[in-house]
C-alpha cells in the first residue's frame, strides 16, 4: 500500500474525528468516539497495514458506558470487538478510505445491536470468549466423585 493511502486515510481519520494514539508500538492506532442510538462509545481502532491481509482491531476503552458494561456478543475478555468474519469481506484496493469507512460502519452496527441488546442471544454462542483460561474451571458433584 502507498503512503499516499495511508495519508489518505489518516486524514480521513482525523476529518471524522480520531486521534493518532502514538503509545501503541509496532502498528496505526487511532482513538475515537462511535455514536450507537445515542450512546458514546469510545473505542481504538489499530491495524497493521491498509492491505488488510488481518482486518483492523477494534478495541472498546474504558470507561464503557453503563449500556455496555454487560458481557456482550462479540466482545472478548480484553474487550476487542470482532465485527466481521475476515473471511467474508473483500476490500477495495483502489479506495482504501471507503473501504476503512465500511469497516467503522460494520462497527457502529455490531455496538448499535449491542446498545438495543438485539444481538443478546449471541452471548451463549461466545460463553467461552468472556473469560480468561485461567478463570475457568470444572465442577464436580458428588455423585461423580
Known sequence: MSDNGLKDVHHWLLSQGYKEDSTQIGCYAY??????NKVQVPICLS??????????NVHLLE????????????????GKLCYLDQESYRIDPY?????????LDRVKRVLTDSVS???????GYEFTSYWESHD??????????
Open 31 to 36: 482513538k475515537g468516539i462511535v455514536t450507537c
Open 47 to 56: 491495524f497493521q497495514d491498509l492491505t488488510f491481509q488481518e482486518l483492523p
Open 63 to 78: 470507561p464503557r458506558p453503563v449500556e455496555l458494561t454487560r458481557p456482550l456478543p462479540h466482545v472478548d475478555y480484553r
Open 95 to 103: 479506495n482504501i478510505v471507503m473501504t476503512m469507512a465500511t469497516l
Open 117 to 123: 441488546r438485539v444481538n443478546s442471544e449471541d452471548v
Open 136 to 145: 475457568l474451571g470444572a465442577i464436580l458433584s458428588q455423585a461423580s466423585l
